[in-house]
């Protein structure tokens, strides 16, 4: 994903600029949510890293692929995969594959949880030039989200939950040029143009993790977010904070940020994305470079923000 700096002025605003919701009401729950265990998630994404950078078109990327929808298939989601060749804007041709999980699949009411499961091929913010041509571990930028959803995918099995829940796993998001807008998301496009169920597929939610697992990770509230599903920020951030993950979730606005979720929220899907985004500074500081890797990844990050997401869908 990649910053729009322009939008990012007004965005980020000043400190001041909090979002009103701290009082948004959280549903009382009578039986507690189930325990998000962040060893299980550290290891999904450790299973990652060690395939190799997932980038589109090598071995590992071939074999990650493999994995994510037997995963799925495991924790009993149906498996459905989307298998396509899309033109990157240097013309290489990505044979890429966007792999859903549905939980549920006859629930009418459905929530769509997602992240991109591929690697940037280029560690181009490195601070050592020499090394923009080696691609990123994407330890955080990539697997750190699908770990998340792995580990929920194991929740939602376990709690026998009746909603209606599909998890997608987007290829080809970060083979994308800096000034390029459209280069970006390249999975989402697809899955955009090729929407399951007919074209009729409508999930009343969609939330994208993206660098959820760095250290010191900061939650704010992303732009395009908070313009197109505010009642949907509202409720993660308020779960957040009374689950005592204020720290990582302040309640403020961030950048404006070019990813996934833009392209749902393009075609009419309510959706938010939480990303690791520190006004004033930018991204982790890892981002697009070859210290994305396991040393940059915190259990307490991965914690948070899943046990939010399941005291979000889970807790009744
Ligand atoms: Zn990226």
Redesign the pocket.
């Known amino acids: 994903?990649t910053l729009l700096p322009v939008l990012t002025m007004t965005g980020c605003a000043s400190t001041g600029s909090k979002v009103a919701s701290d009082s948004a009401a959280v549903e009382p729950q009578t039986v507690p949510p189930p325990v998000f265990e962040a060893d299980s998630a550290y290891a999904y994404l450790k299973r990652q890293v060690d395939f190799g950078p997932r980038v589109p078109n090598t071995e590992a990327h071939r074999l990650t692929g493999e994995w994510l929808a037997a995963e799925l298939a495991r924790h009993g989601a149906t498996v459905n995969e989307q298998k396509a060749t899309l033109s990157a804007f240097d013309g290489t041709q990505l044979m890429a594959t966007n792999i859903m999980g549905r939980f549920n699949p006859a629930a009418d009411d459905r929530v769509l949880l997602l992240a991109h499961w591929d690697c940037?091929p280029w560690a181009d913010e490195d601070p050592d030039s020499k090394r923009h041509s080696e691609a990123v571990d994407g330890a955080n930028?990539?697997a750190s989200g699908v770990a998340v959803l792995l580990e929920l995918a194991r929740l939602i099995k376990e709690s026998g939950t009746d909603r209606g829940i599909d998890i997608l796993f987007l290829d080809a998001?970060?083979w994308g040029a800096t000034h390029d807008d459209d280069s970006w998301a390249l999975g989402a496009q697809y899955f955009m143009a090729h929407l399951p169920d007919g074209g009729n597929y409508r999930p009343s939610a969609a939330i994208l993790l993206d660098m959820v697992g760095g250290k010191n990770a900061t939650f704010c509230r992303e732009y395009f977010s908070q313009k197109s599903a505010p009642n949907i920020a509202d409720a993660i951030w308020a779960t957040a904070r009374a689950a005592g993950y204020e720290e990582f979730f302040p309640n403020r606005l961030g950048g404006a940020v070019t990813d996934d979720h833009v392209r749902l929220i393009e075609g009419g899907i309510p959706a938010i994305d939480i990303i690791d985004y520190r006004p004033g500074e930018g991204f982790n500081p890892t981002?697009?470079t070859t210290a994305d890797n396991l040393d940059n990844i915190d259990t307490a990050t991965l914690k948070a923000v899943g046990q939010t997401l399941t005291d979000y869908l889970l807790a009744h």
Request: no cysteine.
């Open positions: 994903m940037r930028d990539g998001e970060d981002w697009h």
